[in-house]
């Protein structure tokens, strides 16, 4: 009998957000069938991805530098392939071809189920740029996922792109207009993920709350994808991200107190606390709308954490301006966020408008970052003396240590043996840490 070929090897860096995460699962998938196997450094590989972000400059920046480290491997092996795939794929694809003569691969997201046959291409000899934006849905041609024994979490994308347009933000010309799987699909890939061990879904989108869709002949919003997820047995807990306070209707609101499934935490972005600033930015609600909401999802479920992102000097922010994001900061009382220095990107409204003085765009981040760093703490610390119940999910850093998210989205670590993986316990938090909680199991 000939001897079966050995496994080429795939190594996949990921940048980004978590949608990059999931398409970089996704790819793996795809390239499994030409007989890839991931391995964990890009030493030994023949084919290496970077799956990249282009929402701030840094991102960007990593990409090429990233790049320029895998010039020696190339050169050791002229059998290496390399792909670029992700936003700045996207964005840049033929200043990346143009630029960096040791690509052979670029990618943009709505392609990736073309990957089989541009990775043949490229094992001939071709240089080859996908970013197109086909007519056909990339999650109808990547098959269904492989009931393979995985990991008790996972993401899954429902929903692409955004119809937004954020005046400071690429998404809607990197990942295109919005785009909602179908009802049926998902739920199949819910059921074949729960089937394969997983018992927390993370439901994936740029604008993940403005999903729509055909169920039960009836068009239906996100709560209700929501409620005929949540009806999956085995699936014990449902998150979902980012949201944008827009799409934030009567039905989800309810859903968080009706939804024993649906986790009580929420990542609602608002970027700023002026109205001013809300309004240059593009956002299409105020301040006042968003705390509003927050109101209305506390009365809905009282204990639900929220989490923002916020951007910081803003063309034409004034001291009065940030002033007004911290006192919203302060109304909300945010469990945790990230916060950003403004990053003009190329080919928005906001990257013509003028720039503050980077110190002052210093300045504001430390001043956020310092209120969040306590309110961050506080959070933390009102969890200790309570129990939570924590989906166990891989070895903590100290032996004999296992970690695990509570409902809260707390990393929580415990004392305790290997085969707590996978399961869901009762904990009491016995200490609070900067990042994370200790508890004891107490079932
Ligand atoms: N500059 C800085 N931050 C940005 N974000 C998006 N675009 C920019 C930009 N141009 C931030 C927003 C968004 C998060 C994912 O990244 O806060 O919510
Ligand atoms: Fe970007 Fe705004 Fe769309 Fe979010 S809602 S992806 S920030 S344009």
């Known amino acids: 009998m000939p001897d079966r070929p050995a496994a080429r090897k795939l190594f996949i860096r990921t940048y980004g957000c978590q949608m990059n995460v999931y398409d970089s699962e996704r790819m793996a998938e795809a390239l499994g069938g030409q007989g890839y196997v991931l391995t ?46 992700g936003c700045v794929a996207q964005a840049e694809g033929e200043e990346i071809i143009a630029r960096m003569p040791l690509v052979d691969l670029v990618v943009g997201p709505q392609s990736y189920h073309r990957l089989p046959e541009m990775e043949r291409q490229v094992r001939a000899g071709a240089r080859v740029v996908d970013t197109e934006f086909p007519a056909e849905d990339k999650f109808e041609v ?17 929903q692409e792109g955004c119809d937004k347009f954020c005046a400071f933000c690429v998404v809607p010309y990197t990942r295109g207009a919005e785009a909602s799987r179908p009802a049926d699909r998902i739920l199949s ?21 403005a999903w729509h869709g055909a169920m039960s002949g009836d068009r239906q919003g996100f709560a209700a994808l929501i409620a005929a997820l949540a009806r999956i047995d085995g699936l014990e807990r449902i998150r979902y991200t980012t949201s944008h306070p827009g799409d934030m209707d009567d039905a989800l609101i309810a859903a968080h107190g009706a ?29 006042e709308a968003y ?17 923002s992102d916020f951007i910081v000097a803003f063309p034409g922010e004034s001291e009065a301006d940030f002033e007004a994001t911290l006192d919203l900061i302060r109304a909300v009382g945010f469990g945790s966020a990230f916060s950003f220095k403004y990053s003009p990107r190329p080919g928005t409204p906001a990257a013509e408008k003028a720039e503050l003085p980077p110190e002052v765009a210093d300045d504001r981040l430390q001043r956020l970052q310092a209120l969040m760093t306590a309110q961050q703490r506080d959070a933390q610390q009102a969890m200790v003396g ?42 009491r938090i016995v200490e609070a840490g900067p990042n994370s909680l200790a508890g004891t199991v107490a079932d």
């Open 40 to 85: 964990d450094a890009p030493e030994g590989a023949d084919l290496v991805l970077l799956n990249t972000c282009h929402i701030r400059e840094k991102a960007s920046e990593k990409l090429y530098s990233d790049l320029g480290r895998l010039k020696p491997l190339k050169a050791a092996n002229p059998d290496l392939r390399i792909g670029v795939a």
């Open 142 to 158: 990547l098959k269904d996922r492989p009931k393979a024994a995985r990991g008790p979490t996972a993401f899954l994308t429902v």
């Open 189 to 209: 890939e819910a059921r074949g993920l729960v089937e394969a061990g997983v018992r927390e879904i993370t439901l994936l989108g740029q604008n993940v709350n």
């Open 259 to 287: 939804e024993a499934k649906l986790m009580p935490y929420l990542h609602l972005p608002v970027q700023s606390g002026s109205d001013r600033i809300l309004k240059a930015m593009n956002r299409k609600h105020t301040a």
């Open 291 to 307: 705390l509003r909401i927050v109101e209305r999802l506390r009365a809905a479920r009282p204990d639900i954490l929220l989490s």
């Open 386 to 427: 309570r129990e939570t119940t924590v989906l166990f999910e891989k070895p903590g850093r100290l032996a004999g240590q296992m970690v695990g998210k509570s409902e809260h989205m707390h990393a929580v670590h415990v004392a305790g043996p290997d085969n707590l993986r996978g399961q869901i316990r009762k904990v």
